[in-house]
T-cell receptor, first 111, second 116 residues
Framework: KQEVTQIPAALSVPEGENLVLNCSFT??????LQWFRQDPGKGLTSLLL?????REQTSGRLNASLDKSSGRSTLYIAASQPGDSATYLC??????????FGAGTRLFVKA | GAGVSQTPSNKVTEKGKYVELRCDPI?????LYWYRQSLGQGPEFLIY????????DSGLPNDRFFAVRPEGSVSTLKIQRTERGDSAVYLC??????????????FGNGTRLTVT
């Protein structure tokens, strides 16, 4: 059974800092891994999707890496801004059709 | 085009009542998912549709929960004899493909269900 863990559960940083969010998964036989952002009271917005054959994806100040063999992914956020404050969720699609989510990392960027 | 639309945005019901939650996916998306999210938790998988059929309903917690997608587009999640423990945000997502190598999930804003 696939399990997804995200560390840390919460993070508070000053504006401008670079930061890394971590995601680990127990079953390395995945089709893809996605990082999402969720603002309070809202649905999820897809940030990056990494296919199983890829090592990383970049979008603007965001970079996500995937090490499938070790069951790990990181989301790197450069030059953080107060508008980046949100919950970041990692999700993997593996056997069957389910996409399984971690519990998320709540990020607060202080101005 | 429009994103995934969920109605109602909020639903308050009494324990024991029946509720229906609706999801309008993005046009052309064949895959549709229902998730349930409790406060401080990640979304929990409930059911997945490919077209009209439920390809995987292993996440439905018990037989009080049922979902349909009769024409392969709009889906309805139905909960009978609601219990206070059913209170959560119910999220719907759609995507173009099944095992989506390049197909991210697109989520609606959810329906917040409160059972009193």
């Amino acid at each position: 059974k696939q399990e997804v863990t995200q560390i840390p559960a919460a993070l508070s940083v000053p504006e401008g800092e670079n930061l890394v969010l971590n995601c680990s998964f127990t079953d390395s036989a995945i089709y893809n891994l996605q990082w999402f952002r969720q603002d309070p009271g809202k649905g999820l917005t897809s940030l990056l999707l990494i296919q199983s054959s890829q090592r990383e994806q970049t979008s603007g100040r965001l970079n996500a890496s995937l090490d499938k063999s070790s069951g790990r992914s990181t989301l790197y956020i450069a030059a953080s801004q107060p508008g980046d404050s949100a919950t970041y969720l990692c999700a993997v699609q593996s056997g069957g059709f389910k996409t399984i989510f971690g519990a998320g990392t709540r990020l607060f960027v202080k101005a | 085009g429009a994103g995934v639309s969920q109605t109602p945005s909020n639903k308050v019901t009494e324990k024991g009542k029946y509720v229906e939650l609706r999801c309008d996916p993005i046009s052309g998306h064949t895959a549709l998912y229902w998730y349930r999210q409790s406060l401080g938790q990640g979304p929990e998988f409930l059911i997945y549709f490919q077209g009209t059929g439920a390809a995987d309903d292993s996440g439905l917690p018990n037989d009080r929960f049922f979902a349909v997608r009769p024409e392969g587009s709009v889906s309805t999640l139905k909960i009978q004899r609601t219990e206070r423990g059913d209170s959560a945000v119910y999220l719907c997502a759609s995507s173009l493909q099944t095992r989506g190598d390049n197909s991210p999930l697109h989520f609606g804003n959810g329906t917040r269900l409160t059972v009193t």
